[in-house]
T-cell receptor
Framework: AQRVTQPEKLLSVFKGAPVELKCNYSYSGSPELFWYVQYSRQRLQLLLRHISRESIKGFTADLNKGETSFHLKKPFAQEEDSAMYYCALRDNTDKLIFGTGTRLQVFP | DARVTQTPRHKVTEMGQEVTMRCQPILGHNTVFWYRQTMMQGLELLAYFRNRAPLDDSGMPKDRFSAEMPDATLATLKIQPSEPRDSAVYFC???????????FGSGTRLTVV
């Protein structure tokens, strides 16, 4: 079955600390993976796509097919990074399947 | 910067009333999604359309929910009759083609009392 798992509901770090938000997926085909961010009571915004291999706001994510993971990383967290982060998988019918999300809190 | 527009932004209604939420996808986008977000369940896919045709609405309670795309510029989600457990934020998203993410609207925050 297709599934996206984000094992951490909450991740708290201090400003300047490294951050890694975990995402694992289960999908029989070739996955297309995304990270979305949702700042307080706002809309979801696309942060990263695995195919573009880009870095947005200092965040990067690498697809590891062997470990079926797509973890989101940032070397130095900022207070403005505090938000909900959702990992998502697009299947071959274009359906976007979300994980349950991880709330990142960055303390000053 | 193209946006997905959802109306209304907030809706408070009494149990049993009909609720209609509207979404204007980005011009040219041929895939439209409806998601429901709650604290307990997170983001649930309710229904989605491609080229206005419904592809999957298995996530939607059929007895009270209905989703339509009367034209390419409008998607609607109706609840009739509404119940307190329908209280949530309902998001619409649109997109087109492969290798792109989907753009989300600002959501409709529904409260059924």
């Amino acid at each position: 079955a297709q599934r996206v798992t984000q094992p951490e509901k909450l991740l708290s770090v201090f400003k300047g600390a490294p951050v890694e938000l975990k995402c694992n997926y289960s999908y029989s085909g070739s996955p297309e993976l995304f990270w979305y961010v949702q700042y307080s009571r706002q809309r979801l915004q696309l942060l990263l796509r695995h195919i573009s291999r880009e870095s947005i706001k200092g965040f990067t994510a690498d697809l590891n097919k062997g470990e079926t993971s797509f973890h989101l990383k940032k070397p130095f967290a900022q207070e403005e990074d505090s938000a909900m982060y959702y990992c998502a998988l697009r299947d071959n019918t274009d359906k976007l399947i979300f994980g349950t999300g991880t709330r990142l809190q960055v303390f000053p | 910067d193209a946006r997905v527009t959802q109306t209304p932004r907030h809706k408070v209604t009494e149990m049993g009333q009909e609720v209609t939420m509207r979404c204007q996808p980005i011009l040219g986008h041929n895939t439209v999604f409806w998601y429901r977000q709650t604290m307990m369940q997170g983001l649930e896919l309710l229904a989605y359309f491609r080229n206005r045709a419904p592809l999957d609405d298995s996530g939607m309670p059929k007895d009270r929910f209905s989703a339509e795309m009367p034209d390419a510029t409008l998607a609607t989600l109706k609840i009739q009759p509404s119940e307190p457990r329908d209280s949530a934020v309902y998001f619409c998203a649109s997109g087109s083609g492969q290798n792109y993410g989907y753009t989300f609207g600002s959501g409709t925050r529904l409260t059924v009392v």
